[in-house]
Structures are given as C-alpha cells and as structure tokens.
C-alpha cells in the first residue's frame, strides 16, 4: 500500500452550544473558547503547544499549511485564531476555524482505524469537558450543514503517477461522488492535483455512521490501488517512460534553479522509479518528507521571508541536491 499511499487524516468538527458560531463570534468569545480548549486538553495524557494565528507571520502560517497542520480557512480567517499541536504534529486542533473545533488527526501510509481511534480518543476527552452542540436528528451541529452528522472528513493522500498519465485519475474523480467520495488536490478543497498526488475524502456525514464512512473510504481507496498498480504495470516497460524516471533523477541532481511546478513533476516521477524498484535511490517516504520541505514558504519559513520567487528557485534547487547527492 505504501506505493501509493503516502497518509490518512481523520478531521472531527465540534461547535460548543453557548456560543454562536465563528462567523459571528466576537473576539472576547474567540479567546474564551481558545482558553477552554486548552484547559479541556490539560489532562489528556498528549502534550500540546499553542500557536496564535495573531502571533505568527502568514509565511508561517502558509508553512503549516504545507506541513497539512492547519487548513487554508484557518490562515484566511478573522483574528482569534490559535492551533493546538501535539508534540510530533500527530494531532492539531484548529479554533475558530469555520467551526469552533477541528480536531485532526495524520499519520503515515494507510491507517484509518489507527487515525481514528486516536481521533476518537481526543475527541471523547473534550466532550467530557466542554458542552459541545448536538442534535438528535442532525448529529453535530456546524456552521457549514455538508458536516452535519458526523462532522467527520476522513481522507487519504494518495500518488497515483500512473492513472495520472492516463487522465485516468480525473475520470475516476469526476464519479466518485456517486460513491460519497470527492477527490482532491494537495490541500483538499479548491485546489488543483501536484506531482500526481490526490486527496481521496468522504463527502457524506450525515445518515451514515463515522465506521461506515472509513468503511467505504477504505474500500474505495483499495480499488483505486489495484488500478493504479494495473497501469503501472502497463507502463513501466515502456522505454519512454523509464527514461522519463532516469532523467528525473538526473535532474533533481544537478539543477541549479528548480521552480515548484518542475519540483513536483521531477520528485513523482522518481517516487514512481523508487516505489516500482526502477531506481536506487531516496526512500519514498523520504521523498514525500522531502516534498514538505521544498514548499514555497517552508523555504521561506526557515531561510528567509524576504526571499524572491528566483531566490527560492535556487534554494529549492539546492535542497533537492543535497539530498539526492
């Protein structure tokens, strides 16, 4: 599974009762539920450290974005803006996000019971603490109705170079909300496939149940596997394409100037090449850890926030080679 699988994410959406939604909350009501939040998790047997959205840069903030911690919503929304994150980034938990409370939870390659059952854990420990907004009806009450029930968005990210070659992937994604399944990009809603890699997510919360949603992501996500695995074996004896692999590596070698678009298409590539034993070289879960870092402001984050767009292209160029060399 590791071949295509590169995480799992379970993300829970909580509101507490007393208090109106975010997009009418007032500051001082904004702190108070951070506060509360944080209180809930004192006793929780996981250590976490909190960030305010207020005091921290927007290339932090976009950096964290890259790291998959926090989501786009949170970096452009109003003040009052904190994230809880565990030691290991395992777990976060956005505040006054578009809900009070999302809870996420990542791991490594295909682990939805394991993501979950941590989720699970974080998610009963707060309930016990803090007065969260249900409906016998409606399940969890959001600000957003598509996570009623629930509340529950439980995704995988996968690479699928093979089925991306083929337009296939973007066949599949166009029938899969027939399935209650969406398919992504890199960071989920409105944005565009990179490198190959997807976001495969449940769609439906409500009327069906949190087991029987990772159920059916887990059966669909096992599909899509076998199909990618069909194609690249279709393709991997192709001279043309085995080329491709071996120019890629050549590249990310020796460039001297690499933009992200480029960055993206050469590392898919070689992850293909590693994944399929083509190549020798990085692990692909270093290659995928490797992808974080050479992010726009994860560059920027740690070698300078004034940098130019060329200045990144070089460090960029720089990073990969050292790490393939």
Avoid at 209 to 215: G, L, N, Q, R, Y
């Amino acid at each position: 599974m590791s071949e295509a699988v590169v995480s799992t994410r379970i993300r829970l959406a909580r509101n507490l009762r007393e208090y109106p939604f975010p997009i009418r909350l007032s500051a001082d009501k904004a702190q108070e539920i951070v506060a509360k939040v944080g209180e809930a998790l004192t006793d929780c047997g996981i250590k976490f450290h909190k960030i305010d959205s207020d005091n921290v840069s927007d290339t932090i903030l976009v950096s964290m974005i890259e790291r998959h911690l926090v989501s786009p919503d949170f970096v452009n929304g109003e003040r009052g803006r904190a994230v809880y994150l565990s030691d290991d980034n395992t777990v976060s938990i956005m505040v006054n996000e578009e809900d009070h409370i999302r809870l996420q939870v990542i791991k490594d390659g295909f682990a939805l019971d394991e993501a979950y059952e941590l989720a699970d854990k974080v998610d009963n420990i707060l309930s016990k603490k803090l007065n969260f907004a249900f409906s016998d009806r409606l399940g969890y009450l959001t600000q957003c109705p598509t996570n009623l029930g629930t509340g529950m968005r439980a995704s995988v990210m996968l690479h699928l170079p093979a089925l991306d070659m083929s337009t296939a992937a973007y066949r599949i994604g166009a029938n899969l909300s027939k399935l209650g399944l969406t398919m992504r990009g890199l960071y989920g809603e409105s944005t565009k496939p990179s490198g190959a890699f997807f976001q495969l997510s449940n769609q439906v919360t409500l009327g069906i149940s949190e087991k029987a949603a990772i159920e059916n992501l887990k059966n669909i996500t096992t599909q899509l596997i076998a199909q990618e695995m069909r194609a690249r074996d279709g393709i991997l004896g192709d001279i043309e394409v085995e080329d491709k692999i071996s120019r890629a590596l050549g590249i990310l070698k020796t460039a001297k100037l690499m933009d992200h678009s480029e960055a993206m298409s050469l590392l898919s590539l070689v992850r293909l090449g590693v994944t399929s034993k083509k190549l020798e070289t990085l692990s692909a879960d270093s290659i995928d850890k490797l992808i974080v870092e050479i992010q726009p402001a994860s560059i920027m984050s740690r070698c300078g926030e004034d940098m130019s767009p060329r200045d990144r292209d070089i460090k960029r160029a720089e990073i990969i080679r050292n790490k393939f060399n």
